[in-house]
Nanobody
């Protein structure tokens, strides 16, 4: 089992930035591909970004490419999502996930509880 706890969400104006963190505990963090997903009200959960075990490779949804950056610190068992140039369409609950796969094909096995991000216009 892997336990994931997100933090860093909040309210920000259009054009602002937020940095989400996800702290993992349980099994060896570096064994897992990590990812971020989000779910807006009335919509399905969608993939945002993923990062391979060593951090050497990342993958992004087209909607966030160039604005969001995923990173990880295996010594701290933490994955981050730096979000810049935020727009109202980024408003959602953001979920951290641990799993497996290759860039573009991430399978989530464990989920965090989510953190709310709200972007005001």
């Amino acid at each position: 089992q892997v336990q994931l706890v997100e933090s860093g969400g909040g309210l920000v104006q259009t054009g602002g930035s937020l940095r989400l963190s996800c702290a993992a505990s349980g099994r060896t963090f570096s064994n897992y591909v990590m990812g971020w997903f989000r779910q807006a009200p009335g919509k399905e959960r969608e993939f945002v970004a993923s990062i391979m075990r060593s951090g050497s490779s990342t993958y992004y949804a087209d909607s966030v490419k160039g604005r969001f950056t995923i990173s990880r610190d295996n010594a701290k068992n933490t994955v981050y999502l730096q979000m810049n140039s935020l727009i109202p369409e980024d408003t959602a609950v953001y979920y951290c996930a641990a799993g497996s796969g290759v860039p573009g094909r991430f399978r989530a096995d464990y989920w965090g509880q989510g953190t709310q991000v709200t972007v005001s216009s």
